[in-house]
């Protein structure tokens, strides 16, 4: 059974950081690639950063380059997403998602992240 289990979200003070994980089961994790996405009320979900199945190419949305970065840890199957210097834009939950070409692709539960004063 796949699963994708994000955690580490939270209401946080603008300017403040998190650090979001997912942790992957039941499929080849290390041969996808994994981005994170975000939906905030009313808006439609949109990227966020995402990373290659071997860590060596990153890119970001304009919106959170050099605050945000993603990492991830093949051996323990899990992706990051660490947010710094976070804005009350930033409010939204936080989806991760695995993909592969020509195979299936895979989407977690989401975690709520609210920044707020």
């Known amino acids: 059974q796949v699963q994708l289990v994000e955690s580490g979200g939270g209401l946080v003070q603008p300017g403040g950081s998190l650090r979001l994980s997912c942790v992957a089961s039941?499929?080849?994790?290390?041969?996808?690639?994994m981005s994170w996405y975000r939906q905030a009320p009313g808006k439609e979900r949109e990227l966020v950063a995402d990373?290659?199945?071997?860590?060596?190419?990153?890119l970001y949305a304009d919106f959170v380059k050099g605050r945000f970065a993603i990492s991830r840890d093949n051996a323990k199957n899990t992706v990051y997403l660490q947010m710094n210097s976070l804005k009350s834009e930033d409010t939204a939950v936080y989806y991760c998602?695995?993909?592969?070409?020509?195979?299936?692709?895979?989407w977690g539960q989401g975690t709520q992240v609210t920044v707020s004063s």
């Open positions: 990373i290659t199945s071997g860590g060596g190419r990153r």
């Open positions: 039941g499929f080849s994790f290390s041969s996808y690639a």
């Open positions: 998602y695995g993909h592969r070409s020509g195979f299936s692709d895979y």
